[in-house]
RNA sequence: GUCGGGGUGGCGAAAUGGCAGACGCACUAGCUUGAGGGGCUAGUUCUCGCAAGAGAGUGCAGGUUCGACUCCUGUCCCCGACACCA
């Protein structure tokens, strides 16, 4: 064996050993602790591994290795999320078919992280586009569809043109993009499979506070499905004459103007009502300050009043000119893009309906507009506008001189005439001008009028979330095929699965309990949804559904996926009629399989099923998982990606939990327990590594030219975990120096005497106590997860050890490696003085740097010690007291709170206080502050003493 | 605009009420080496000073405390997410 530290000699000898040995095999629990300990998996590009995966590896790593030298039983898989447009981009760019091209990139991967020394369980690595694996992501499809969450419809959605598929809310960035390739989203109308999310958006709030996850996530999921507690209101609508008769009553009336009167002896039957808009509002209390109504383009009513047949025209003539203008408008804010309108600014645009509607509290007459700058999408899509109190009304009101009424007073007392922008009164405040509410703060006005208004029938309290269902089908070809068929035959006579009487399916869904739909929370599921006639889910048995192998998979302009093309695959029989029948063609997105893949690490023992193609899908081989296995191990207890999946991945496959809890398939309702994020690492010139600026770094060239262990002590010691950081090679190299001074150090057990290596006599009392203490530090930063400042503490540890060693022998020097100790005198290399540390204090050490450094610490435990078991099945070690005997102390001590001197005193004196003062006392430096002056002092025991100067004497 | 994170040497950073700058990088001087590289020893927050030492110092301004990077109030700046959400 070399003298040098020369990772490339032996770091493949122990990837080669620990998996013939199955070092890291996971066993069962047998009594132990469990501990599950997750990274999320990557997708697999032809790239390789970038150095940013390592980080969040590495980390995962070092705690599944302590908690393994801790006696837990460790969890710790990993695979490959292939499915999705990454990898079928990346497929079509190189004119390969992905199936082909998928299993290259995986052995890559496989190859890059055993190379890094990851203690995977190999023998769990699963791939999401394994027919094993995907028949259980289909038949889960299936259960989902059975529970009534699945549904089918026609809706205009987001489509990227350029990837030429349908996406989900979550995957169109805030500036209207694809979160993939970048390209601008356009609307689009296509049949999708939809999940309701939404009636578990109470439940994926609300348990987000058990979660020991990062503040910033945790925030971005509330305000992802960003629940509001507020109230619809309805406004009727008034016929023409009924409006002129309450404006010219208005206008004959001007002080009554000006004192934002309103009309009086109005009451709720003495108008006649053509129609009613409801508006959602979070503020009711400043009901009394509304002063018009805007309702989104795209709203219902527009439809009625822009339609000249419409019923609503008889009581209210509108001219041909207003209804061509309102059209106008209409046509041009619905063209507009979401950046169209963002580059716009936020300039308020709208027109004028004609029509009032009257508000039932006070009798004024509110206006109805048109704007765009009210969403459809969020609440009513009809608005009650207070500009007094919001200032997107109050532009809108100021734009078309729409009056302003002040109705609650801030902290400031000013309750002057609301005229400018900076006015606005959004804040806490008392009520004014609002007859019942006035002197009531805005909470409990807010609370007194949506009682009034439900007493009386106008309103009716809602709550309201920003989360929308999910949208789940997508027009590509590299994604699991839904499991359905569509049967016009059945259609044509309205069958669906539910109305469809065959006896053995409605029984299981009894057995599940999921037709009792009220036990889930604001489900109002339409299970009779027409859009749902003539669909009908593959037989179990029939799964898996296996994607085709084709040649031409590119994505077509059609709004359909490239399987359409494809009569063998489309074609197919009713699994309710037996007549001809149409799969379903669209694909699941690329979340699909990663909503529940932490639970099939869980499950997945191949030594029960051997074959796992020929395990067939049921709720029977379900259970049996789940029981033989997968409860032991889940929830996930550690958790590790990047912060860049919050409201994806995140939300997506919390949910899958949740319903799968409810068709009683798991009984825990959250699957990650702890997350950490892991920071970004850019290039050494602080931008991201790309391709095109020349500045990505490859971990096969980095460990190549440093070693495995140098490339993951480096990518832990850089920076906080979370933090991004840039890389840096003077740091890296920095931490290699650090390995090859182990490296040296360990050497001297090589030659020594036995008898020397263990003569507690020599060691030195204060490098056994620093031991100690890094050993405490390194335990507690790890599950801590600040593996920087353990990294810090080993070195200053292994600092000091040379340090003690030097000063013991002067002949030995050992941090320099030209100067070992083999060529030094061999009768001073051998004598006492030169061993400050035991054999088993050294052991004790080199097991604390394990986790970090799995191969420069087995080859020193095997090939140094000798031994024959590996030092990652080894116990970590605990900190033993040691008799310190009467060693000195030092003691800061200040004046007036400033560090003047410093005194020593023995261990066991250091209690005394007054003996530390009369230690302080003797130092010149700090008498000379005290001359003519009364103090009193401020002692903690051990820690400071702070000598307080309280006047001349 | 809202929410979250942050602001400490030349750089990455430590310290969560008790000696600010651990650890690493970089730098300086000396030693070692045929040279390069590497290694070793010492130093390295800033200002003044040959030194002993003194003063200042954790974005800024206040406050609490014997004592504040740490707690409180206000304020500025940077990063990230969301954003015309009624």
């Known amino acids: 064996m070399s003298d040098k530290y020369q990772p490339s000699q032996f770091e493949k000898k122990w990837i080669k050993k620990w998996e013939k040995d199955k070092t890291y095999h996971t066993y069962d629990i047998k009594g132990k602790e469990k501990m599950y300990v997750l990274d999320m998996f990557p997708y697999p590009s032809g790239a390789g591994l970038h150095v940013g995966h390592p980080r969040g590896y590495t980390a995962t790593d070092i705690l599944s290795r302590y908690y393994r030298m801790n006696n837990y039983s460790v969890l710790h898989p990993m695979g490959w999320d292939a499915f999705g447009l990454p990898a079928e981009n990346a497929a079509v760019k190189a004119k390969k078919n992905p199936i082909d091209i998928v299993p290259l990139n995986i052995a890559n991967f496989k190859r890059q992280m055993q190379m890094l020394g990851f203690s995977y369980d190999w023998s769990r690595e699963f791939s999401t586009t394994d027919p094993a694996y995907y028949k259980w992501t289909q038949w889960l499809f299936i259960q989902f569809f059975k529970m009534g969450l699945l549904y089918k419809k026609n809706t205009p959605i987001n489509y990227c043109p350029k990837c030429k598929t349908g996406l989900a809310e979550e995957e169109v960035l805030a500036n209207g993009t694809h979160e993939r390739c970048g390209n601008v989203i356009e609307k689009k109308d296509l049949s999708q499979w939809l999940f309701r999310i939404t009636a578990y958006a109470d439940r994926l709030l609300k348990d987000l506070d058990g979660l020991q996850w990062p503040k910033g996530i945790l925030e971005m999921q509330r305000n992802w499905i960003g629940r509001k507690e507020g109230i619809n209101i309805n406004y009727r609508v008034l016929s023409q004459d009924d409006s002129l008769k309450i404006l010219s009553r208005l206008n004959s009336s001007r002080l009554a103007r000006l004192k934002q009167k309103v009309v009086q002896n109005f009451s709720s039957s003495s108008y006649q009502t053509i129609d009613k808009i409801t508006c959602f509002t979070t503020r009711p209390d400043t009901n009394f300050g509304a002063t018009f109504i805007v309702i989104a383009p795209e709203h219902g009513f527009v439809e009625k009043i822009l339609n000249p047949k419409s019923q609503i025209l008889n009581k209210f003539e509108i001219s041909k000119s207003k209804r061509e203008e309102i059209k106008k408008y209409v046509d041009q804010a619905k063209s507009k893009s979401q950046i169209e309108r963002e580059t716009e600014g936020r300039k308020k645009t ?5 029509f009032y509607a009257i508000n039932n509290l006070n009798g004024r007459l509110l206006p109805i507009w048109i704007s765009d700058f009210v969403l459809m999408g969020f609440g009513t899509g009809a608005v009650v506008g207070v500009p007094g109190h919001d200032r ?10 729409i009056p302003v009424i002040r109705v609650v007073v801030g902290a400031d007392k000013d309750n002057s005439e609301i005229t400018k922008k900076e006015q606005v009164q959004e804040d806490e405040g008392i009520m004014i001008n609002s007859q019942f509410l006035d002197g009531m703060d805005i909470h409990k006005a807010t609370i007194k009028i949506m009682d009034y208004l439900e007493e009386k029938g106008w309103g009716k309290r809602k709550v309201t979330y920003h989360l929308r269902n999910w949208i789940f089908s997508r027009q590509r070809y590299w994604g699991e095929p839904i499991p359905m068929v569509y049967c016009q035959n059945c259609a044509i006579n309205k069958r669906n699965y539910w109305n469809v009487k065959t006896g053995k399916e409605i029984k299981k869904n009894i057995e599940y309990g999921i037709l009792n739909l009220e036990s889930i929370p604001n489900s109002k599921f339409q299970i009779l949804n027409s859009d749902l006639y003539g669909w009908f889910p593959l037989s179990e048995d029939k799964l898996p559904l296996e994607l085709p192998y084709v040649k031409s998979y590119e994505p077509g302009e059609s709004g359909e996926s490239p399987l359409a093309n494809i009569d063998s695959f489309v074609k197919t029989t009713c699994p309710n009629c037996g ?9 699941m997105p690329n979340w699909a399989g990663s909503c529940w893949y932490f639970i099939r690490f869980a499950q997945n023992q191949k030594s029960k099923i051997k074959d796992q193609s020929k395990e067939s899908t049921s709720i029977e081989n379900w259970k049996l998982e789940i029981e033989n296995s997968a409860k032991n191990w889940l929830p996930v207890d550690w958790y590790f990606g990047g912060a860049e999946h919050a409201v994806l991945h995140l939300l997506y496959s ?24 892991v920071g970004m690492v850019l290039a050494e010139d602080n931008h991201k590594m790309s391709k095109s600026l020349g500045n990505v770094i490859n971990p096969d060239e980095v460990v190549k030219e440093y070693g495995a262990d140098t490339m993951r002590m480096y990518e832990m010691f850089m920076a906080p975990f979370s933090q991004e950081i840039a890389w840096s090679t003077k740091t890296l190299q920095g931490v290699h120096r650090f390995l090859i001074r182990v490296w040296n150090i360990f050497q001297e057990f090589r030659i020594q005497n036995l008898e020397f290596r263990i003569n507690k006599n020599t060691e030195d009392k204060k490098l056994i106590n620093k031991l100690n203490q890094t050993i405490t530090k390194v335990s507690q930063d790890i599950t801590a997860v600040k593996y920087n400042t353990a990294i810090a503490m080993m070195m200053e540890f292994l600092n000091e050890w040379e340090k003690t060693c030097n000063m013991k022998h002067e002949t030995c020097n050992i941090k320099n490696k030209n100067m070992s100790l083999r060529g030094s005198d061999p009768a001073k290399r051998g004598s006492d003085e030169a061993i400050p540390l035991t054999t088993d204090n050294a052991k004790k050490f080199l097991k604390i740097l394990a986790p970090f450094a799995p191969f420069i610490t087995e080859e020193i435990w095997r090939d140094v010690f000798n031994e024959k078991q590996s030092i990652h099945l080894s116990t970590w070690p605990k900190v033993e007291e040691i008799e310190m005997g009467d060693v000195e102390i030092t003691i800061p001590v200040q004046v007036n709170g400033k560090l003047r001197g410093t005194v020593k005193i023995q261990n066991s004196e250091f209690r005394i206080q007054n003996l530390v003062v009369e230690k302080a006392l003797k130092d010149e430096n700090i008498t000379k502050y005290l001359e003519g002056k009364k103090y009193r002092v401020i002692y903690v025991s051990g820690k400071i003493l702070n000598i307080v100067l309280t006047g001349n004497i």
């Open 392 to 401: 997107r009304d109050f532009e809108f009101a100021k734009e078309y001189k």
């Open 654 to 677: 919390r949910f899958w939990v949740k319903a799968l809890q409810d068709l009683k398939l798991l009984d825990f309702s959250e699957p990650f327990l702890r997350l950490r994020n």
């Open 350 to 354: 709208g027109v004028f309906t004609g």
């Open 579 to 587: 007549g001809p029948a149409k799969r379903e063609t669209d694909t």
